[in-house]
């Protein structure tokens, strides 16, 4: 027998006809579709209140009061995921497209052309199966690779949240502030993933990473031909968020030049690619983060004031996670699963000593530190606990440690060059790593040229 789809589909036919019904009867049946009939209106909801209906072709014209069009209406209130065909002769053609304003799939003329009707169902049977494969890989693919599930227990945090829940399905913008590596991208997908913009993009730029003309190519696109290797007009990520969020990451290490451009596209929410004439109007909610503090680069000139008053329209502080040790046995655990899960290990736990390490632990790296601790861990862990932690030594090793292991005979001076060069990496070290080994990033937070810092690299192999 022939059927249409693998799993075996209903429809309901309804007509006033009975010969009609019969003749579609029989066709759905060698079709492999269980079918119910009707010939009015009352009989046909009754049989939507009680069975599971995938298709229905309606009449539009049914003896009683009420017609297939409220038939229609009846049946969407009930479960909007029906298709709905309308069956009209050529007279009533204005109805039928009516009908399907309220949300028929498409409309058949009689007399009926079976070939024709079943191709039509096939076709739009086929499109609500991919709908609902793409919905249900979708939303696989955020929950995978945009996690923003926000793990805490702390006061501070939990406030936060609660006020990224009463401004989330607002357009205002919000700033994110706080160390590297606290989660400011994590709360930044949180706002959009759980708000009313969710079905649209969230896209993400890190404006430390770029040089000035790559991040206005960036945000706002160019034409073909607006600067050498422009071969192609490019779509910037203002585009590719409309109606949804763009999260501008390090925006506090954006040129005065590029800030005064966005300020620009702030407050009369337009743009223009580069290379082009063409005004493009977005509905885009920005959300903003830096680890800088933007008063003291205000003072300084190297950020402006209006666009930080654009920015800052709601203001959220992330701690930094030594100031959060009750999140840090549950941020362990979820990382715990999360990389069980994608290396198919079944890790119980971390030793109780190891615990007690990290409450106690400075944590340069915060979140982004520990997830890479754990991620390391489980990887490498051959029992069902974790035995050990790849600790960094920045801050963590105690002064009389590096006394008693090198300092024992030797003069005074040569013992402190030893001293500073051993803090001086485990510095280095630390501030790389908190800036995912962004090299001029770094120069900045250590206030040295990136000549010297690439030196002090090579000079302790870093």
């Given at each position: 027998m022939k059927t249409l789809l693998k799993d075996r589909k209903s429809i309901l036919v309804v007509d006033d006809e009975k010969g009609i019904r019969y003749g579609l009867v029989k066709l759905f049946g060698r079709e492999g579709f269980d079918v119910f009939t009707s010939e009015n209106y009352k009989d046909a909801v009754e049989i939507v209140s009680k069975k599971k209906i995938d298709i229905a072709l309606l009449?539009?014209?049914?003896?009683?009061?009420?017609?297939?069009?409220?038939?229609?209406?009846?049946?969407?209130?009930?479960?909007?995921?029906?298709?709905?065909?309308?069956?009209?002769?050529?007279?009533?053609?204005?109805?039928?497209?009516?009908?399907?304003?309220?949300?028929?799939?498409?409309?058949?003329?009689?007399?009926?052309?079976?070939?024709?009707?079943?191709?039509?169902?096939?076709?739009?049977?086929?499109?609500?199966?991919?709908?609902?494969?793409?919905s249900f890989l979708k939303k696989a693919l955020i929950k995978k690779v945009y996690s923003y599930d926000f793990?805490?227990?702390?006061?501070?945090?939990?406030?936060?949240?609660?006020?990224?829940?009463?401004?989330?399905?607002?357009?205002?913008?919000?700033?994110?502030?706080?160390?590297?590596?606290?989660?400011?991208?994590?709360?930044?997908?949180?706002?959009?993933?759980?708000?009313?913009?969710?079905?649209?993009?969230?896209?993400?730029?890190?404006?430390?990473?770029?040089?000035?003309?790559?991040?206005?190519?960036?945000?706002?696109?160019?034409?073909?031909?607006?600067?050498?290797?422009?071969?192609?007009?490019k779509i910037g990520k203002f585009e590719l968020a409309d109606y949804g969020t763009l999260f501008l990451d390090e925006v506090g290490d954006m040129s005065v030049d590029v800030q005064s451009k966005l300020l620009r596209v702030l407050e009369e929410r337009s743009f223009e690619r580069v290379g082009g004439t063409k005004k493009i109007f977005v509905d885009v909610r920005i959300i903003a983060a830096t680890n800088r503090n933007i008063t003291d680069l205000i003072k300084k000139g190297r950020f402006r004031q209006d666009l930080y008053y654009r920015l800052n329209v709601i203001s959220c502080y992330l701690p930094p996670l030594r100031e959060r040790t009750e999140d840090i046995p549950l941020l362990s655990d979820h990382f715990l699963k999360q990389y069980n899960r994608r290396y198919n290990k079944n890790v119980q736990g971390i030793e109780s000593y190891l615990l007690d390490r990290l409450r106690s632990y400075h944590w340069p790296g915060n979140v982004r530190e520990l997830q890479n601790m754990i991620n390391q861990a489980v990887l490498l862990c051959e029992g069902d606990m974790i035995t050990s932690l790849s600790f960094q030594d920045s801050g963590g090793t105690d002064l009389f440690d590096v006394v008693e292991a090198s300092g024992q005979g030797k003069p005074l001076k040569e013992f402190l060059e030893e001293v500073v060069s051993h803090y001086e990496k485990q510095l280095i070290a630390r501030v790389l790593s908190s800036n995912d080994h962004n090299r001029s990033k770094t120069a900045r937070d250590l206030d040295i040229t990136r000549k010297t810092l690439a030196r002090k690299i090579d000079k302790y192999n870093l």
């Open positions: 009449d539009i014209r049914l003896k009683g009061p009420q017609d297939g069009i409220e038939l229609l209406k009846e049946i969407k209130k009930r479960d909007p995921g029906v298709i709905v065909f309308m069956v009209t002769g050529h007279g009533s053609i204005p109805n039928s497209v009516a009908a399907m304003q309220e949300g028929a799939a498409d409309y058949i003329l009689k007399p009926i052309d079976n070939n024709k009707l079943l191709t039509i169902i096939r076709k739009n049977l086929e499109i609500k199966t991919l709908r609902a494969e793409n793990i805490t227990d702390n006061p501070a945090v939990k406030d936060v949240i609660k006020v990224a829940d009463k401004i989330k399905n607002i357009a205002a913008t919000v700033l994110i502030t706080g160390e590297s590596g606290v989660g400011k991208e994590v709360l930044a997908r949180y706002i959009h993933f759980t708000s009313n913009r969710r079905e649209a993009n969230f896209v993400g730029i890190n404006c430390a990473a770029l040089s000035d003309s790559l991040l206005l190519s960036e945000l706002f696109g160019h034409e073909r031909g607006a600067f050498t290797g422009a071969v192609e007009q």
